[in-house]
Nanobody, 124 residues
Framework: QVQLVESGGGLVQTGGSLRLACEASGRTISTYAMGWFRQAPGKGREFVATINWSGGNIYYAESVKDRFTISRDNAKNTVYLQMNKLKPEDTAVYYC?????????????????WGRGTQVTVSS
C-alpha cells in the first residue's frame, strides 16, 4: 500500500508563502492522480488542487487559483503545493490524497490514500 506524509506547514503572515510536500512510500505514485485538500475548523474537507501523472492536467479550486501551484516530481515520489499570497481564510489542515485508475479528481471520495495532514495557519 501507499503511505503519504505531508510536511511544510507552519505559521505565516498574510501575504506570505509556504511550500507543502507530500512524500509517498510503499509504492511508486508516478501514475497516480494526486490532490490537495484542506479542512478548517467546523468545515468539511475542501478541494484545493489536483494533478495527473504527467502534470499535464491541473485543476484548482477557484479560491486558490493564481495563488497556489501544484506540481509533482515523480523521480522523488513527491507532490508539492506552493502557496503564495496567503490569506487568513487559507488556515486549515492540508491533506494529500492519491489514487490509481483516475487521471485527476476534485472529489474527496475518489481518493484511496491520504496523509495525516499538515497545519497551515495564516495570521491577519
Amino acid at each position: 500500500q501507499v503511505q503519504l506524509v505531508e510536511s511544510g506547514g507552519g505559521l505565516v503572515q498574510t501575504g506570505g508563502s509556504l511550500r507543502l510536500a507530500c512524500e509517498a512510500s510503499g509504492r511508486t505514485i508516478s501514475t497516480y492522480a494526486m490532490g490537495w485538500f484542506r479542512q478548517a475548523p467546523g468545515k468539511g474537507r475542501e478541494f484545493v488542487a489536483t494533478i495527473n501523472w504527467s502534470g499535464g492536467n491541473i485543476y484548482y479550486a477557484e479560491s486558490v487559483k493564481d495563488r497556489f501551484t501544484i506540481s509533482r516530481d515523480n523521480a522523488k515520489n513527491t507532490v508539492y503545493l506552493q502557496m503564495n499570497k496567503l490569506k487568513p481564510e487559507d488556515t486549515a489542515v492540508y491533506y494529500c490524497g492519491g489514487r490509481t485508475g483516475l487521471s485527476y479528481s476534485y472529489r474527496e471520495g475518489d481518493y484511496y490514500y491520504w496523509g495525516r495532514g499538515t497545519q497551515v495557519t495564516v495570521s491577519s
